[in-house]
């Protein structure tokens, strides 16, 4: 969960994103995204997305103390370790 930097996005100069986002990748255009994004987060949309990550932590932190998610993750590291 998060906000693109698409200015930041390598050899994409000239093209739009799927989101409509012109990328110039100029220091100017890089500098005015990073300041929206921090001044997103600092607002009603970056309250929202902690809140819905502190529901996701706590959701996270049940399955895993219930023992189904531990058992499932370490399965997956026994299997791929081998």
């Given at each position: 969960?998060?906000?693109?930097?698409?200015?930041?996005?390598?050899?994409?100069?000239?093209?739009?994103?799927?989101s409509?986002?012109?990328?110039?990748?100029?220091?100017?255009?890089?500098?005015?995204?990073?300041e929206?994004?921090?001044k997103?987060?600092?607002g009603?949309?970056?309250?929202?997305?902690?809140?819905?990550?502190g529901?996701?932590?706590?959701?996270?932190?049940?399955?895993?103390?219930?023992?189904?998610?531990k058992?499932?993750?370490?399965?997956?590291?026994?299997?791929?370790?081998?």
């Amino acid at each position: 969960m998060g906000l693109p930097l698409n200015q930041f996005i390598t050899g994409f100069n000239g093209h739009t994103t799927a989101s409509g986002v012109k990328v110039v990748g100029t220091e100017q255009a890089i500098k005015e995204e990073v300041e929206e994004v921090v001044k997103a987060m600092r607002g009603s949309e970056g309250q929202r997305m902690r809140m819905k990550m502190g529901e996701l932590r706590e959701v996270v932190k049940t399955s895993w103390e219930s023992g189904g998610a531990k058992e499932s993750t370490l399965a997956l590291g026994r299997a791929i370790l081998g």
